[in-house]
């Protein structure tokens, strides 16, 4: 186990040396409007976020439905053929 740990610590390797970027290149990364946008994204409870507005909850309600849905259908589906074909029978 220690010697497991001592080979981790021995692989990983950080960069010391950075080159220095260009304010160009400082002032294409600032967006204060995105950062605040995904700050309160991120620090929003989901269950106080209203289902329409976070897509993938969506979908995924929207998904678990449809499922619900063609079961319930398959199932009053064969229901109905087994009684249809019980009806014949009898005759």
Do not use: C, G, R, W
Not at 42 to 54: E, S, V
């Amino acid at each position: 186990m220690i010697a497991m740990k001592n080979k981790q610590k021995d692989a990983l390797k950080f960069k010391t040396d950075n080159k220095q970027l260009s304010d160009e290149q400082i002032d294409k990364h600032k967006n204060f409007n995105k950062l605040m946008h995904e700050y309160q994204a991120a620090t929003k409870p989901l269950y106080k976020t209203p289902l329409y507005k976070n897509k993938k909850v969506f979908l995924v309600v929207l998904l678990i439905l449809l499922i619900i849905f063609v079961i319930i259908e398959t199932i009053q589906t064969e229901e109905n053929n087994t009684a249809i074909q019980n009806t014949e029978q009898k005759k």
